[in-house]
């Protein structure tokens, strides 16, 4: 699968728009993009995936370049409960690579 | 429709016990996948069942570890003799049939070894 890169850490003010960014340059023709996120003393829950188009649902919005080579999740207002790990992951759609590969993620941090 | 659940939320046991970690998946999802997070660092794959057989069980770390998934149901993961480097969270996710299908994960099993 192929590597992604985010920032350490993000703050956003309550309301706002969070974005958050996730470069993804070596990713291949049959690989999705997948956001999950960690709140403390949670289990990752999923937020959504994309191939190609932009995608939205009643979480966030995910925005992937043309070239796919990066990406961004959009959570359009962003609330005191949305401060947790953002993983941005990219996967495969082959037999045998079901798994996914968490990185470091970007800790975001919303603050009132 | 009840998420995937995991017990026991919580377990402290002493270097060389025993622990078995019990993980039920969503009903009706047949992938059921077990991480795994030690302290400081990232969520790590563990492995993976198709109903009841192992699909990929490339992340598990040693033979101490066994995990199994009879009938196809529930799965359990089982560590022995725990070491101290077991330490951390356990994180079970479940699936249905396909290769795309999103993965949803439970709320882990905090495992201490002392």
């Known amino acids: 699968d192929a590597k992604t890169t985010q920032p350490t850490s993000m703050d956003c003010a309550e309301g706002r728009a969070a974005n958050l960014p996730c470069n993804h340059s070596?990713?291949?023709?049959?690989?999705?993009v997948y956001w999950y996120r960690q709140i403390h003393s949670q289990g990752p829950q999923y937020i959504i995936h994309?191939?190609?188009n932009n995608e939205t649902n009643e979480m966030a919005s995910l925005i992937i370049t043309e070239d796919r080579k990066s990406s961004t999740l959009i959570l359009p207002h962003a609330t005191l409960r949305d401060t947790a790990v953002y993983y941005c992951?990219?996967?495969?759609?082959?037999?045998?690579?079901?798994?996914?590969?968490f990185g470091t993620g970007t800790r975001l941090l919303v603050s009132p | 429709e009840a998420g995937v659940t995991q017990f026991p939320s919580h377990s402290v046991i002493e270097k060389g016990q025993t622990v078995t970690l019990r993980c039920d998946p969503i009903s009706g999802h047949d992938n059921l996948y077990w991480y795994r997070r030690v302290m400081g660092k990232e969520i790590k794959f563990l492995l993976h069942?198709?109903?009841?057989?192992?699909?990929?069980e490339s992340g598990m770390p040693n033979n101490r570890f066994l995990a199994e998934r009879t009938g196809g149901t529930y799965s359990t993961l089982k560590v022995q003799p725990a070491e101290l480097e077991d330490s951390g969270v356990y994180f079970c996710a479940s699936s249905q049939e396909g290769y795309q299908e999103t993965q949803y994960f439970g709320p882990g099993t905090r495992l201490l070894v002392l």
């Open positions: 994309g191939l190609k």
């Open positions: 069942f198709v109903k009841e057989s192992k699909q990929d």
């Open positions: 070596t990713i291949s023709g049959n690989e999705y």
């Open positions: 992951i990219v996967r495969a759609r082959n037999t045998g690579f079901q798994k996914l590969v």
